[in-house]
């Protein structure tokens, strides 16, 4: 069963139009979701959230986690062509002692266009 | 800067072949790993590596092993490729530890054809 599920899994829109992406978690002991962003080749770093309602922005990126619902959203607004990549969320899993691994949904395409 | 070398974007292989595929990273990182990435299954861990020598098995190691014999490197090897391990290879490092140290720093990945 799934741990982190995204949804939707493709989205497609008109540049200009706001954007908003889903990330629900399974995991015991939660520690933090990362969100990342991969356009044609490396996963890029976009947010780590470890608290409650607390925003992490960047630009027209912007990201927050609800502990209670177990869930976050990564919202973007007036979208480009240039956002069109798949997000991926994960939230790291012990593999022993304090060490972690991360375990990713399976990503969101999103298509921005003209 | 961050950076995590994969030696080639792209690979053809036949059938049966020994396939290597190798990861450098220059970030002094304890934590290495190994997915592939396929269209509706997202990133699914092969194999990861905490320690120079040390390896452990992720969710679908079969049909892989690895090699660290250094710290900056992190080899993947498929024995005898078979056409369903066509697919896209990333590597990605990280810091041993909590918090901050999760965050995994990805290189721009191999695309393997197994023909």
């Known amino acids: 069963e799934d741990k982190v599920v995204q949804s939707p899994l493709s989205l497609v829109v008109h540049e200009g139009d706001t954007v908003t992406l889903n990330c629900s978690y399974e995991?015991?002991?939660?520690?933090?979701l990362l969100w990342y962003k991969q356009e044609k080749k490396a996963p890029t770093f976009l947010f780590m959230l470890?608290?409650?309602?607390i925003e992490k922005k960047s630009g027209r990126l912007s990201s927050i986690l609800d502990k209670k619902e177990l869930s976050s959203i990564l919202n973007i607004t007036a979208t480009q062509t240039g956002d069109s990549a798949i997000y991926l969320c994960a939230t790291p899993e012990g593999s022993g002692g304090s060490n972690y691994k991360l375990t990713f949904g399976k990503g969101t395409l999103l298509t921005v266009n003209p | 800067d961050v950076k995590v070398t994969q030696s080639s974007r792209y690979l053809v292989k036949r059938t049966g072949e020994k396939v290597f595929l190798e990861c450098v990273q220059d970030?002094?990182?304890?934590?290495m790993f190994w997915y592939r990435q396929d269209p509706g299954l997202g990133l699914r861990l092969i194999y990861f590596s905490y320690d120079v020598k040390m390896k452990e098995k992720g969710d679908i190691p079969e049909g892989y092993s690895v090699s660290r014999e250094k710290k900056e490197r992190f080899s993947l090897i498929l024995e005898s490729a078979s056409t369903n391990q066509t697919s896209m290879y990333l590597c990605?490092?990280?810091?041993w530890g909590g918090g901050t140290k999760n965050i995994q720093y990805f290189g721009a990945g191999t695309r393997l054809s197994v023909l």
């Open positions: 990605a490092s990280s810091l």
């Open positions: 970030m002094d990182h304890e934590n």
């Open positions: 995991v015991t002991n939660f520690r933090s």
């Open positions: 470890t608290s409650s309602g």
